[in-house]
């Protein structure tokens, strides 16, 4: 069986926990939509803007060689070679050499310009052997192109190479006289590619149709990766392309012969996606462990008491029905736990109600018993005062007169319940006389009372139906004189009143069968002399509980010992 406790948990946490990965979910993938529609509008615009700042980069550098080309001092040097050191060729050479540093000054620092005239000699300011061997390779390329630019990426000098074959645009334009290099500096790609990178994942790269040209600016791509996102035959389009089994969105701006294309991992672009769905599932553990925790908060304000209440109940089945369950709260449970109150209240008042209509029809029993003298006792003494009148006018039925009206006296009490333990010694001495008179010869006894509790109240008539069961059940049974000892002690919070006497006794089965009687509280009057001593025992228990009441110790043929214990008080 679940407790309360634990639907509740299940409860509110699938109440908290399906929402939200439903919300969170939804929230995800619309999220990826939009940041990806966001991220390809954004891109387009600024890939197409990147492919015309490079191609501005482009004419100009492309002009620039079409000026040094068509420039009439590089002309006139090229045209004649330098068989003579005439002062016309050294003014050539003067015109040539100006003309060089002007367009070097030009454009700064980021081009390198060299001149190669037909019979292989290189003209140009920070010619090094790296740059003079690359030339010397180039310089059949260059005369395949005709006059017409060729880009080239120099790896292998760290140069973005434009060079061309330079024809005589004077008397033969099909005639070539020399060759054109501009070694260009990388970073200025750089720099221009920069303006545009937003993402630290984004990577550009671009490359000619002739395959000469290929810059990027991830060095491990693969040139077949590249032409992969350029191959799609619309312009600035967009789409998802697998490298190394991570997926990519590519994009492609194509400009004349040359080819910009961007990639970045779809994972960089769909990261803020990522990291507000972790978020939100942190959120959801926090609300989760929250909601637990407020779970067992209420759980625990609510089935504490009611745990409480189901023990009480649980108490009610085993018959104890005196218990007070605590108000605490003005809600249902409170109202239950006051009708439990109520109930426990109104069942007690029942259970005492009961228990003083019974105790009050045992007292009048018991009172009823107290009035009603053993007749026989009455025939026996009047038998013998009126034989011993009869027979001689002796003092001794003055005494037994005297004792019988102070036995009366005592034992009526005008009526009270409660008398003093002296009172209670005298009332069974007078009895003792009587009998003493009575069974002259064959009775002897003797009383020995703590003069400390003389006046320690209880109830009344207890020791006289004791002795009488010694006398008519222990010493007339037997051929010789018996004793009878009477006790009257105190111990600590206790007064014990003991008769003892020498009689036959019981054997150890019958002591049991009285022990037995005494316990099972019958009421049968003809069971033998054990009804004396349960309605001895009945008025103990019913006055001072269920603790006190008689204590029986016997052996056949020597005698029997019956012991009163009652409060001190």
Known sequence: MRSIRTQMMLFFSLLIFVPIVISSANVYYALENYLEKQYVKQQAQSIDNLASELGEWRFKLQDLSLRLFGDRRVQQFLRYPNTAQTGEQLQRTTDFRQALQIYTSTNNAEVSIFVVRGNGTIYGDGLSA?????????????RRGAGLPVWENAGEIGRIALFRQINDNETDLNRPIGYLFLLLDKREVDRIIGRYSVDAGQQYAVYDAAGSLELSTDPGISGAFLRRIGSEPRVSAQRTMQLDGESYITFAEKRSDWTLVSWIPEKEV???????????????VALLCFSVFMVLFLSHRITKPLKMIQRKMKQIG???????????????????????NRMSDEIVSLIQKNREEEAKRRRIQLQTLEYQINPH???????????????????????IVTYLSRLFRIGLNQGRELITVADEVRHVTYYLKI????????LY???????????????KFLLQPLVENSINHGIRKRDEPGHIEICVRAEPDFIVLEVKDDGVGMNRERLEQVRQSLAAGSDDQEADHGFGLRNVHQRIQLHYGDRYGLELASESGQGTTVAIRLPNR
Not at 130 to 142: G, L, P, Q, V, W
Not at 270 to 283: K, S, T, V, W
Not at 435 to 442: A, D, H
């Open 130 to 142: 790296a740059y003079k061997s690359y030339i010397d390779s180039r310089i059949e390329t260059a």
């Open 270 to 284: 769909l990261q803020p996606a990522r990291e507000l769905f972790f978020g939100i599932l942190f959120i959801t």
């Open 318 to 340: 085993e018959g104890v029905f005196i218990f007070k369950v605590p108000v605490v709260r003005n809600d249902e449970v409170g109202e239950l736990a006051f009708a439990m």
């Open 377 to 399: 006792f009455l025939y026996n003494t009047l038998d013998s005062v009126n034989m011993l009148a009869r027979k001689h006018k002796d003092p001794i039925i003055a005494d």
């Open 435 to 442: 009998q003493e008179i009575r069974f002259s010869g064959q």
């Open 445 to 459: 006894w003797q009383i020995h009372m703590d003069e400390s509790i003389a006046n320690v109240k209880m109830i």
